[in-house]
T-cell receptor, first 115, second 116 residues
């Protein structure tokens, strides 16, 4: 079945350093979504990418979708302590209204930021 | 912002007992989901539900699991005979459209199920 792999599993950075997490799918995706889960919390939607090669920015966060629509990355510039949490990519293989909503999540990258 | 609400926040049960986890999706959403997350692991899809029937289910969602929308607001997950390995955080989620149409999920705060 479809698998979504995410690396690294953990990342410890000093506040102000950059951070990147990478996501790879075994199959082509119709779209990819990114979620953030704070410790003890629930996943919260950050962004979705749909187009091949798409790049989107949210303040210090940059999201990329690969040309083949099988990989994605999230880059945080100059991390802050508020960035702490687990970042999940989640892929969707289906297309259009026939898709039933099965998002396949990566294992997540847990980010720790030392002040 | 509208929220998905889940009750209870914690549920402790004995192995073999039935549990029902309850969710109230966002009112104008049409697609409902259950996911689970074993401690420290990834979020796993269980089932999606639309128009009063299951749209898709995973291998985890075996005959011990069932979902229901008993009225216009609640969406429930029932585990008929719990096993130790069912211990996890169960998240309900909803969306206006299916995620295949690039629709984001709104997750509830989860129910932590502990099977003893």
């Amino acid at each position: 079945g479809q698998q979504v792999m995410q690396i690294p599993q953990y990342q410890h950075v000093q506040e102000g350093e950059d951070f990147t997490t990478y996501c790879n799918s075994s199959t082509t995706l119709s779209n990819i979504q990114w979620y953030k889960q704070r410790p003890g919390g629930h996943p919260v939607f950050l962004i979705q990418l749909v187009k091949s090669g798409e790049v989107k920015k949210q303040k210090r966060l940059t999201f990329q979708f690969g040309e083949a629509k099988k990989n994605s990355s999230l880059h945080i510039t100059a991390t802050q302590t508020t960035d702490v949490g687990t970042y999940f990519c989640a892929g969707n293989q289906g297309h259009g209204s026939s898709n039933t909503g099965k998002l396949i999540f990566g294992q997540g990258t847990t980010l720790q930021v030392k002040p | 912002e509208p929220e998905v609400t889940q009750t209870p926040s914690h549920q402790v049960t004995q192995m073999g007992q039935e549990v029902i986890l309850r969710c109230v999706p966002i009112s104008n959403h049409l697609y409902f989901y259950w996911y689970r997350q074993i401690l420290g692991q990834k979020v796993e899809f269980l089932v999606s539900f639309y128009n009063n029937e299951i749209s898709e289910k995973s291998e985890i969602f075996d005959d011990q699991f069932s979902v229901e929308r008993p009225d216009g607001s609640n969406f429930t997950l029932k585990i008929r005979s719990t096993k130790l390995e069912d211990s996890a955080m169960y998240f309900c989620a909803s969306s206006i459209l299916p995620t295949g149409r690039s629709e984001k999920l709104f997750f509830g705060s989860g129910t932590q199920l502990s099977v003893l």
